[in-house]
């Protein structure tokens, strides 16, 4: 069984467009992440969730628009796609229940490569 | 906030040699985590080490928290260990990456 799921696994698109990639943890875990990963491999993260609710925004432009239906499940949805959101995307699951204190160990998943044509 | 360095950037090995990959950080932390990015990208967990010494198989890794550095510990390296490894920090509420260390192990 999958631990941390993301689809689609590859995404090919042009510039202009709208495009969502899905994540979902059967971890039981409170706490979800994404992860950007640049062409020269650096990771970075853009957004966590805790139950639901947002608690980072890492400076991401407001194209980017998180949503977590449940705690399971932490969907990005990106408007206006350019060029530059070319990048490998990660979603990432912890047991974290209460922010800001025990930081326990992030599980990830298998990445999302988004092709901006 | 939290700078993590990684060495070495690079590093080319024979099959079966050790070697030692670095982090060093810049303040305390919570959470340490080594990471194994394999050649189809994927990112395997391997040690969560805010502190301490682990080992698990050929690999294993120490955190010195007071000193502010992490070790990763590879013996009689496979050709299945090459990839990039990558060192991430934390103090409450994310992980910052190291830019890791490329690892190219050859038969």
């Known amino acids: 069984d999958t631990a941390v799921s993301q689809t689609p696994k590859y995404l090919v698109t042009q510039m202009g467009n709208d495009k969502s990639i899905k994540c979902e943890q059967n971890l039981g875990h409170d706490t979800m ?79 999302t490569r988004l092709t901006v044509t | 906030g939290i700078q993590v360095e990684q060495s070495p950037p690079d590093l080319i090995l024979q099959e079966g040699a050790n070697s030692t990959l670095r982090c060093n950080f810049s303040d305390s932390v919570n959470n340490l985590q080594w990471f194994h990015q394999n050649p189809w990208g994927q990112l395997i967990n391997l040690f969560y080490i805010p502190s301490g010494t682990k080992q698990n198989g050929r690999l294993s890794a120490t955190t010195v928290a007071t000193e502010r550095y992490s070790l990763l510990y590879i013996s009689s390296s496979q050709t299945t260990d090459s990839g990039v490894y990558f060192c991430a920090v934390g103090g409450t509420d994310k992980l910052i990456f190291g830019t890791g260390t490329r690892l190219q192990v050859f038969p």
């Open chain 1, 33 to 111: 992440y994404w992860y950007k990963q640049d062409s020269k491999k650096f990771l970075k993260i853009m957004f966590s969730y805790n139950n639901k609710e947002l608690i980072i925004n890492e400076t991401v432009p407001n194209r980017f628009s998180p949503k977590s239906p449940d705690k399971a499940h932490l969907n990005l949805h990106i408007n206006s796609l350019e060029l530059g959101d070319s990048a490998v995307y990660f979603c990432a699951s912890s047991q974290d229940k209460i922010p800001g204190q025990v930081f326990y160990e992030q599980y990830f998943g298998p990445g």
